[in-house]
């Protein structure tokens, strides 16, 4: 710890007695300075011990002696040398009881002690101090580098938590808690999410202090690219010191070094990880396995799913990877669950094959909803009618059938884009209805040209074609019971048959005709709904 108006108060050779402020002699002095002003208060910076020998002060005034004291106090002085037997046989009984007053320790240094004396015994013991605070240091690295050889990040936790005397959490890229230390800290830490949010839209390297009722806390990014990999949170009951201070940057370097080693890894996977996919993708899936190994092997061994995300032109940034959140949601959620995960860029495209049912694909879909609800409140941040990312949503499918998966999520993100939704699943197009697509603007210009004819015919008010071609198809060509409904006589219903396949240029009798003027009166209808 640094010197303290007590620790020169005993220093033996010094011969400094305490003459006021007795209950103020642990307070920390950062500097011993000389100074014989009648106002030394524009050079302090506080934390000073101030050495006068009252050359230039009528140290006997009371009124002046009580307005120096307290301008020293305000300034941050801790205390005040008074040399005796140079202009003063004693220290007046004014300058004392004016110290006495405020609380400002008042120390007589004897003539025989030289200020410079007191300065030597202040520098060496900040000097001793900072050596001790360098010497800490160097034995928390060793410790903390221990800890993270043998136990990674958690036993680094630990150590740094005991090294600050207070706890200590890591992050993921996408603000999730990793490790605490101790156990205790994780409820403290999830508070602080959004925080660490806030600290990874930041360029790295960035901190930021957040203090609350409990302790005070330091957050840091972790990485070296402009986008955080992590973050490191350590929270302590006061300000760190210097010995805290060099454990807490060591640790920080330690989580650096590892993250960039494991973006290293990390990249070496996403080759190996990317020949699996096209293996997949080719109907080649033995020599998948193969290569998938230890590495991928679970994922093939059980049912997965394959996402096909992208960005519409409209919405593509100008710099940086526009899947990013996307996929630190997904690896953070499938580490914590301990799953398999393949995330592979593919084109402008980006792949992934989650586990079925797992935290990855939960991950996926919670990703997509939160790009809704942000299209839904501000819609100028999307993409023209949609969302600034495009997702699709394959079968559970295996190795074998991977290509027919990769088909299903294209699919689905072709209806997606369609519909300016973030994901759609292609098990919610196969139970659901095929009407919904009637609502693209290609289909429904097919089918205003193709009953384009029959309208006509109709304003003209010669005959009800539409009403009674709607009648008859819904009724699968029974004439009796569309007539029925229509009102007429079968005879007229047949005649206007008759005259929508001349008008047409087509066979009723055709299936493919049928369909695709039914299909035509369901688009039209729903335009105009």
């Keep these: 710890m640094p010197p303290t108006l007590a620790s020169l108060v005993h220093h033996s050779a010094l011969k400094l007695t305490v003459r006021a402020g007795e209950e103020h002699l642990d307070a920390p002095v950062r500097w011993a300075h000389a100074s014989e002003l009648t106002d030394p208060v524009p050079y302090m910076e506080g934390g000073e011990l101030l050495l006068i020998t009252a050359l230039k002060l009528d140290a006997e005034d009371p009124e002046a002696m009580t307005r120096y004291v307290k301008r020293l106090a305000a300034a941050g002085v801790v205390g005040l040398g008074f040399a005796v037997g140079v202009h003063y046989k004693d220290i007046p009984e004014a300058l004392v009881e004016a110290a006495a007053e405020e609380g400002l320790p008042l120390l007589e240094v004897p003539r025989r002690t030289p200020f410079l004396a007191i300065s030597k015994a202040v520098s060496a013991a900040i000097a001793a101090d900072q050596y001790r605070a360098v010497t800490a240091g160097f034995a928390a690295q060793r410790e903390l580098t221990k800890q993270a050889l043998s136990d990674g990040p958690e036993g680094l936790l630990g150590a740094l938590a005991a090294q600050v005397d207070g706890w200590a959490a890591l992050y993921d890229a996408s603000g999730a808690v990793v490790a605490t230390a101790p156990e205790w800290a994780s409820r403290r830490a999830a508070r602080l999410t959004s925080d660490v949010e806030r600290l990874r839209d930041r360029a790295a390297p960035a901190s930021a202090v957040v203090a609350g009722a409990e302790d005070r806390v330091e957050l840091h990014s972790i990485g070296t690219g402009r986008r955080p990999r992590a973050a490191l949170a350590v929270g302590t009951a006061s300000t760190l010191g210097t010995a805290e201070r060099y454990a807490l940057h ?70 940086g990877d526009p899947f990013a ?69 394959s079968a559970p499918a295996g190795p074998i059938a991977a290509a027919t998966a990769y088909k299903q999520a294209d699919q689905a993100l072709s209806i997606a884009r369609r519909r300016g939704r973030a994901m759609v699943e292609h098990e919610d197009l196969a139970a659901g209805s095929v009407l919904p697509l009637l609502a693209d603007d290609a289909v429904r210009a097919f089918a205003d040209g193709l009953l384009r004819a029959l309208y006509e015919h109709d304003a003209t008010g010669r005959g009800d074609l539409i009403a009674s071609l709607r009648a008859w198809l819904s009724r699968h060509g029974q004439w009796d019971a569309a007539a029925a409904d229509l009102g007429v006589h079968r005879h007229t219903l047949r005649y206007r048959m008759r005259r929508v396949e001349e008008i047409l240029g087509r066979s009723l009798d055709d299936p493919d005709v049928r369909m695709e003027l039914w299909l035509s009166l369901k688009a039209t209808s729903s335009g105009t709904e």
């Design 250 to 319: 060591s640790a920080i370097a330690l989580l650096t070094l590892t993250t960039e080693r494991n973006r290293s890894l990390q990249a070496a996977e996403a080759r190996v990880g990317s020949a699996v996919l096209r293996m997949l993708l080719a109907g080649e899936p033995d020599h998948a396995r193969t290569v998938a190994g230890e590495l991928y092997g679970s994922l093939l061994d059980a049912p997965f799913r394959l996402v096909v995300a992208e960005v519409p032109a409209s919405a593509a940034p100008e710099d």
């Design 325 to 393: 959140g996307l996929t630190d949601a997904v690896e953070s959620a499938a580490a914590r669950a301990g799953e398999a995960l393949l995330v592979v860029p593919y084109g402008e495209r980006l792949v992934l094959l989650v586990v079925d049912g797992g935290a990855g694909a939960a991950a996926c879909v919670a990703y997509a909803q939160t790009l809704e609800a942000a299209q839904s409140e501000a819609p100028e941040a999307g993409a023209g009618d949609g969302t600034a990312l495009l997702l699709g949503l």
